[in-house]
């Protein structure tokens, strides 16, 4: 079905091809549940679908060629509608006619140049009754370019008691020739009578030859570093930009030289050597270490797993796999840490003290010094 003008390189192609198939057999449903989480390609296969199911060349997916693709690539299609969560308006004149449209574009705009990350303004952007009203009259009008209207939701987690019941109202009746696709990676959030009337599709990770093309063709890094990214996304490229930045890679380098330092030194010149480190002066920066630890506690689960004198390649099994040789120099001085598990564990409770606005540097020295206490072997 696909033909040379279909992009090389879209997500999710096998689930996208037999929705398309579906779709072609007239045996699509016409109301659609995304569910996966972050950053497996639910907005991405959302459009192209949208786009097979307005494209007016039928014999293809889609042609990308005809007025309906082509107006469907710059989101003004007019039978294809967007329901995603908006900031609050603040001001009275927010409340102008154009102001849900300019939102919308906004948002629209920074999903077209981030598409596997979050679009929404801030945590008080929400789905509100207002703009599903909206999203309601367009969806029931007559198609006007193709033979099918298509209405999508995104963060659908987002929608507000009163929006979901009013959604319920389109799925008991939904409109003629319409299809509907409502994505989210918390369906639990949606009413059960909504979920029940969807029919779901599970989004699985992505493969990790995609994400390496897609790091490849988007961001200019070199090819070992591609790999790392590779590993840490574990199959979903959520917020990918921020782990192509330097600063990612600076802040793993700091990560471990901490970590090392956790179990090398004593705890008092470990409290002194963090206290006057940058790397730890806000709570952004200690996030970002957070991460790493994590992925670091477990590449040193594996490492301690193996025996001793071993043959075995751990880098294969590794999320920081070109640490593999750092991690076996300490491997004796790692092994004394007792308990990883629950060493992640805590990791848990310091992002959540950090939420509740603990002092950044106080809880990272603390979670620091605690690798390293009575329990653990002797220092030699
Ligand atoms: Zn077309």
Redesign the pocket.
Known sequence: MTTAKTPTLLPQTELYERLCRLFHENRLPSSLLFAGKKGVGKWAVANLLA?TIT???PA?N?????A??RQADSFCHPDIYYLVPLPKEKKEKDKEEDWFDKRLITYLQKKASGPFSDASEDVTSFITIDNIRKFQSNLSRHPSLSKFKVGIIYEAERMLPATMDSLLKTLEEPPRDSFLIVCTDQPRFLLATIRSRLQRVSFPALESKFVELYLQQNFEIPEKEIGVVTRFAAGALYNVEQLVEKAFFDARETAFDLLTNAVTMPASDLVVKCSGNVALENREKVERLLIHWQSMLRDLMVINALPLQTGIDPSQALVNFDYADRYLEHRERFASLQRVEQQIEKLEQVRSELRRNVNPKMAAISFLVGLNQPGSPPKA
């Open positions: 786009r494209c007016q060349n293809d889609f042609c990308g060629e005809c309906s693709c």
